[in-house]
């Protein structure tokens, strides 16, 4: 039988008011709920991305390509590391932003690493990796 | 100022016991610091897909090809939403399983719908959508 | 000195009248200074495709995905040869049509015959192989 | 019937004797086989690059990513022209050389001037343009 664990949490209030319209919103019973459901999605990606063995990954990042070096920065962080970047897809969204994502595969730690320093770097808007399953 | 709500959180024990090992791993304080930085990181997202401006985004999927017709189904549903898919990006990681990356613009609540229904098709084994900006 | 070697060629009446109005229109001289511009373009990429060392090249391939199998046939044959197909990249031309474009590297003649697989697969409806240096 | 025209042809004779090679190691029954065979290849490239309806078509480049300036430029030419450049794939070969293939549509005269400006760009290696059918 599932055993089940009741505990206090401390939230700012403001960001408390935003979560309660998304646990309305997605139609989740109650905030336990939609704390389980989002934890429960959180522990897989943290675990694949602990997993020693090899995994697949997408690093999706979008950017001002008119940005001093930048696109001369990550294409060589790429580089350095194309034993983990199978290949890159690039998107023109507008006349300043560029869509990019990266097929990676490799050990976890090292695509997390890869990953953090793409992100990082000054200028990406946005960016996001994704550690999936080889399959296996 | 910031001010604090105290709620109680009743969770599954054995998903607590993992999420307790992830909260030291990571490093937080403690899970109250923890859930809040995942709910903030999970709002982030979820408000972007509600978004009625248009939005950029990645899907990815991993499946094996070799199951009947999947490759079939997953192709229709992108020419069907041809006008959101702008391109796709496949790896084949091994004898069997692909990575597959699709580059969707437009709005959000579309590419969302074009998410689930490709994330939910029989034989793909794990699928991600990451909604991001245009950058404007 | 350059020497040059005169010799008559035989062509379909038909296809020359064609020729005759391409080496006006991209302004060549004459026929034979035509015939030995295509001549030399012809022998750089067939003798990319006898090199025993390591090549890249791209294939691109334009097909119907609705046509039975075919997606499913094309698919496979990839992935029986995914030590040459880095990845490839699919793009929804209208309801029907796919452009699709793989990146390998390899052999050249590994990737020739791979090639010449994909592009008699029936239902392909044009494809061509690009081979090209790895730069070094 | 087939009706046959006989004319003479001016060859430097070093490419000539290269030539002969190519006729024999691809089994073509005499010179003026061989000369017909690639002249109808490339007037079928040469009709579809003066389409005035849309065409389909990928530009291929191998370039060194650390020249200076030239990421930029080749990305800057892209999105100068992004309503006719769908996605790039970008594979990178090993420290220096990247393979770049850009999926495009449009006019083929306008693809024609994207590719001709991308090729001819300072420190690209080689690069080349397949015009292809959208299938209808």
């Given amino acids: 039988m599932e055993r ?5 949490v401390s939230l700012d209030s403001e960001l408390l008011d935003r979560f309660d319209k998304f646990v309305k919103r997605k139609g989740y019973a109650n905030r336990s709920k939609a704390i389980e459901s989002i934890i429960r999605d959180y522990l897989i990606q943290s675990e694949w991305e602990m997993e020693e063995k090899e995994v697949a990954g997408t690093i999706t990042m979008v950017y001002n390509h008119e940005k001093t070096d930048l696109v001369d920065i990550l294409t060589d962080i790429q580089h350095q590391h194309r034993d983990l970047v199978v290949s890159s897809m690039h998107v023109h969204l507008d006349e300043h932003n560029c869509l990019e994502v990266l097929a990676t595969r490799g050990k976890s730690s090292d695509i997390r690493e ?3 320093k793409l992100i990082c770097t ?5 960016g996001k990796l994704i550690i999936t399953t080889t399959g296996h």
Same sequence: chains 1, 2, 3, 4.
């Fill in 4 to 8: 089940v664990t009741r505990f206090g």
């Fill in 114 to 116: 890869i990953a953090d």
């Fill in 122 to 126: 000054k200028g990406v808007k946005h």
